[in-house]
């Protein structure tokens, strides 16, 4: 297999200081240069700038976790989209499960987000996936589908390559209990099909997918060797940059 491997890190809160982060980027940066996959480091917005700087001339590209839903103005807190790109940053994570659980993103929202994110000449890596509870009944497909109809509502298909999807089932996060490769590329191929279905198959065959959920050295072979899987979206293990250098120079064997 030679398909492009995209490996995204969302940092999350983390880590606590400045100096960590630098630390942390600082070790990933000597191994980075070593692979040809494709590499999304998805900061805390404090440590976008330093980060922004250490990575000048490498081949690691800049994400931001979240952003507001408007362009400029009076809202006290929030962080524009042209505030991320003026930092290098050229990647926004939408719909986070978080996002979505703790900060009741709804997919109204998120697709307003898309569609700015879009507009300001971004890409997003649009997150969506089902709950445990969900999961359970075997609505998985179903959820998915509803989080894309919504997300993607007036998304045009010139649109969709600057769209990353990550499937990302809320019970495989941060809990240790990854989908199996079976479940996710079960999931994936779903979603490739109802982008075929909604765009064209030309348009899904290019689409990338990433899984998302207690991705570590240990299990990302098996995941990749799926199809319909194009990369991963890692938290917990792209902390430690051991196990991220790992993953970012991920080969297939044959
Ligand atoms: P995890 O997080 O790898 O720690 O499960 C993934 C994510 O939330 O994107």
Known sequence: ?????????????N?????????????ILES????????????????????SQYIKNSNIYLGAQDCYTKIS??????TSISML????????????????????????????KINLVINEGLNCILCIGENKNEYEKGMNKEICSIQLTECLLNINENDLD?????????????????????????????IRYWISNKYSEDIAKK????YGGSVNPDNINNILQKDNINGVLVGGASLDSNKFNKLINFKYNN
């Open 1 to 13: 297999m030679n398909k492009q491997i995209i490996i995204a890190a969302n940092w999350k809160m």
């Open 15 to 27: 880590p606590s200081s400045l100096q960590e982060s630098n630390e942390l980027i600082n070790n």
């Open 32 to 51: 980075s240069n070593q692979t040809n996959n494709k590499i999304i480091i998805c900061p805390p917005f404090t440590f976008i700038y330093p980060l």
């Open 73 to 78: 103005g009076a809202f006290t807190g929030e």
């Open 85 to 112: 790109s003026s930092l290098g940053c050229s990647y926004i994570l939408v719909g986070h499960s978080e996002r979505r659980t703790i900060f009741n993103e709804t997919n109204k929202k998120i697709n307003k």
């Open 162 to 190: 600057k769209i990353i999807i990550a499937y990302e089932p809320v019970w495989a996060i941060g809990t240790g209990l990854n989908a199996t490769p079976e479940i996710a590329e079960d999931v994936h191929s779903y």
């Open 207 to 210: 689409m990338c997918i990433l």
